[in-house]
């Protein structure tokens, strides 16, 4: 899967914002040498509430942040943490793993991307935000060489489901749940799987083998018979932004 989503933020010291929570906003930072330090701000004063060193957080649900915590016993591994935006106080955290990746999902689940081994088995894992419970785990598709890979890039359609790809396989999944609802390719129907560039609203636009632009239906992965103009990179409610074949950029309206 190419990664041609939407536009991602930059690394080393450039500061992403995470969220607007009613009480109070929080700010990440990635420093030079490494480190990592969390700030949460009071959206009305710019007053300092606290801050964190050593964490990265990724994601707001409500009033709790959760991030990447890399103060673990080992020095190869991290764990994932959840604190009281206000306060940045701990909630919750999960066992620690090689690595954690964090998804853009639902806010009502806490979805992240976990390799647990030195043999590099990944799995998709659903965490209840509030109490950091184990809602689903789901295991990637089994490598030539017997490793479970990455899940890859995932999309959130920003409606109800989510959507991963990985070794040519992409997977649909309900975005509150975590149950699969479809995966391509599909023998039966002799369909492959597309390549995703962005998802919004119910609908997955990518292009097929052949670079025809598409659209599917994010719940069941069935094709959408409406006319794609244009591989989008960006959607909105406004249009559907894309790159031509010269390099130039193109905008068509978007009618869902």
Known sequence: MRRRGRPRPGPGGRVRSLGRPRRGGCRRAGLPRGDHLTVALDPATGKTLWTRKAYSGASVHGDTLVGVDYTTAESYKVQALALDVVTGQQKWIVQSSRSLAFVSAD???????????????????????????????LAGPQSVFGSSPDYGDCFYDEQSALICGSDGVLTGYDAATGQKLWSLPDKATNRVAPDVTVAWHG??????????????????????????????????????????????????????
């Open 203 to 256: 609908l997955l636009y990518g292009d097929t083998q052949g670079g025809k632009p598409i659209a599917l239906d994010a719940k069941t992965g069935k094709d959408v018979s409406t006319e794609v103009g244009v591989t989008p990179w960006w959607v909105s409610k406004y249009a559907a932004i894309g790159v031509s074949d010269s390099g130039e950029p193109m905008a068509y309206p978007v009618t869902k």
């Open 107 to 137: 806010p009502a689940l806490v979805v992240i991307k976990q390799k647990n081994n030195e043999h590099g088995d990944s799995f998709l894992v659903f965490l209840d935000p509030a109490t950091g419970a184990e809602k689903a785990r």
